[in-house]
């Protein structure tokens, strides 16, 4: 079917293939846009991994999935993206029951926080953002390849369009930090490593596949957070004003991960998000932003430096 034909039909959750016998990993699945994602997919019968740092949320998403869907398979792991040790234990704990990962979606997050570092000394935004991300894809990786046709969905914002490239001097704003800034950065790396592990992923001839997607303006508890740490300032209370009044409930705003992450059509390096911007049904968008492939060497360099852990895609591994 023609690239642009393939918008036509609006996907929904009935547009969600069967997806039993799979394995989804998703981050930030105790609320929000990730119990969103995590309900519909196990809704379709994957098993469904909910990684995230608070475990009494996770046990009450665990809840309310199986009261929506009580043959639902899932399981919680414990997911700090802020402590690189906490996702190198959640990515052992999940090798170490699962051979391979169909589904990775890196949908937790944060926005325009205070100025605050993890506990490796990361910028708190750029640690668990993207740092985070990186690391889980990284050790997960023997799993994704064993999959067979592993996705991995990384969920940037349409705040990318405000991020400079992370520059290897400076990566965590020490002495220029801004919530807003730190934040357009943080969503440029999500757009950048998912463009960047397409393009490995292709180059080292695998089946599994990389693609993006944003939520646009979305009622979720990012921007009810932002406000309460007051990290936002008054643009915090705007958009969170915003998000209420005008954006879309999770169910829609989850539905461009959804469907990046199931959608039969899609493809590798390609970017889903709301028709009109920041609301509307989930579709491909365009992929933008000249200049990406300096950009997302430095951002591989740069991750790489700061963790210690290589994203290898070896076949075979």
């Known amino acids: 079917m023609a ?88 990515a052992e704990v999940i090798l170490g029951t699962h051979d391979a990962v169909d589904i990775l979606v890196n949908n937790a997050g944060l926005m325009a926080t205070p100025e605050r570092a993890t506990q490796d000394g990361y910028e708190m ?18 799993a994704l390849l064993a999959a067979p046709a592993a996705r991995v969905v990384t969920v940037t914002s349409t705040a ?19 919530p807003w800034r730190a934040y357009g950065q943080s969503k440029l790396a999500n757009y950048h490593f998912g463009l960047g592990l397409a393009r490995q992923f292709e180059e080292a001839g695998v089946s599994a596949q990389s693609l993006l997607a944003h939520p646009g303006l979305s009622h979720s508890d990012l921007q009810t957070t932002t406000v309460a740490e007051g990290g936002g300032g008054w643009m915090g209370s705007f958009w969170a004003w915003m998000a209420e009044h005008t954006g879309m409930d999770v169910e829609r705003g989850a ?34 932003r000249p200049g990406a492939d300096a950009a997302i060497t430095t951002l591989w360099e740069v991750s790489e430096r700061e963790t210690g852990v290589p ?3 070896a076949p075979g591994s």
């Open 3 to 90: 690239p642009h034909k393939r918008q036509r039909v609006a996907y929904t959750l009935d547009s969600i293939p069967d997806l039993t016998d799979t394995t989804a990993v998703v981050t930030g699945a105790n609320g929000g846009l990730g119990l969103q994602t995590a309900k519909a997919l196990a809704g379709k019968g994957a098993h469904v991994v909910v990684a995230a740092r608070n475990q009494q949320k996770a046990r009450t998403a665990v809840e309310q999935i199986l009261a929506q869907a009580p043959h639902a398979s899932l399981e919680v792991v414990g997911l700090d993206l802020g402590s690189q040790r906490s996702v190198a234990t959640a």
């Open 125 to 142: 935004q750029l640690g668990v953002n993207h740092l985070g991300h990186w690391t889980l894809t990284a050790l997960l990786m023997p």
């Open 160 to 178: 990318h369009h405000i991020g400079r490239p992370v520059g290897p001097d400076n990566p965590h704003m020490h002495g220029r930090y801004d």
């Open 255 to 288: 539905m461009p991960q959804i469907r990046a992450a199931t959608d039969p059509q899609a493809r590798g390096g390609e970017f889903y998000g709301p028709r009109l911007v920041n609301n509307g049904p989930a579709v491909r968008l365009p992929v933008l």
């Open 311 to 313: 994203l290898i895609v």
